[in-house]
């Protein structure tokens, strides 16, 4: 594998991660990335944190989840997977609970095909279109059939009652349109508010 690019995206993952966590964007060990180099892909371990993300804490696996090195990836592994398999494009996938896109996700009105109004123009020309996907428990495999089959409908994902997931053609490129899906969510919750939120 070219060690060049795994540095590079390394350096990159942990800058995102730690500029996330000092920032407020994601909590405790809720959060989990990856990113593909060489048809390999590298994803945060089980139970790491953002705020104190090392080198070491990322597992290496293969395309169909096989673990190659280190420690036990993070549970929803499945939801990345299916990510890259939607695209060749898709080189490194992000998943948080920004407080805004959790708090937007919990609104029961939202719109499937289109779950984050664009009220500035920089949502669809960074992004795309965000899709809802049905609530299901974090990690199950209800959540990751439900995620698939969401997939073909938009460009980046809210998970209803749960947080965002977005990919990018580069760990940059995702933390980019992370930012720009939790600025669009806040933007909405101040100029539509909480509105009638759905329990689980």
Same mark, same amino acid.
């Given at each position: 594998?070219?060690?060049?690019?795994?540095?590079?995206?390394?350096?990159?993952?942990?800058?995102?991660?730690?500029?996330?966590?000092? !920032?407020g964007k994601t909590s405790g060990s809720s959060a989990n990335m990856s990113f593909m180099v060489d048809g390999h892909i590298y994803i945060t371990a089980s139970g790491s944190c953002f705020?104190?993300?090392?080198?070491?804490?990322?597992?290496?696996?293969?395309?169909?989840?096989?673990?190659?090195?280190?420690?036990?990836?993070?549970?929803?592994?499945?939801?990345?997977?299916?990510?890259?398999?939607?695209?060749?494009?898709?080189?490194?996938?992000i998943h948080t609970h920004g407080p805004y896109a959790a708090l937007?996700?919990? !609104?029961?009105?939202?719109?499937e095909d289109d779950a984050i109004p664009s009220y500035t123009p920089y949502l669809r020309m960074k992004l795309?279109?965000?899709?809802?996907?049905?609530?299901?428990?974090?990690?199950? !495999?209800?959540?990751?059939?439900?995620?698939?089959?969401?997939?073909?409908?938009?460009?980046?994902?809210?998970?209803?009652?749960?947080g965002a997931i977005v990919g990018g053609k580069s760990i940059m490129d995702a933390f980019y349109c992370l930012e720009e899906l939790e600025e669009s969510a806040r933007l909405a919750c101040l100029i539509c508010g909480v509105g009638s939120c759905s329990r689980i």
């Open positions: 594998m070219d060690n060049i690019e795994i540095e590079k995206a390394m350096s990159e993952a942990l800058w995102a991660a730690h500029s996330l966590f000092d !920032r705020g104190t993300l090392r080198e070491e804490d990322f597992s290496l696996v293969t395309l169909d989840g096989s673990l190659l090195k280190g420690a036990k990836p993070s549970k929803e592994l499945p939801l990345h997977l299916h990510y890259y398999r939607k695209s060749g494009e898709i080189k490194a996938v937007w996700s919990c !609104r029961s009105d939202l719109k795309g279109k965000v899709t809802c996907v049905p609530y299901a428990q974090p990690g199950s !495999r209800e959540l990751f059939d439900a995620f698939e089959k969401a997939l073909p409908l938009g460009d980046a994902y809210l998970l209803r009652n749960h």
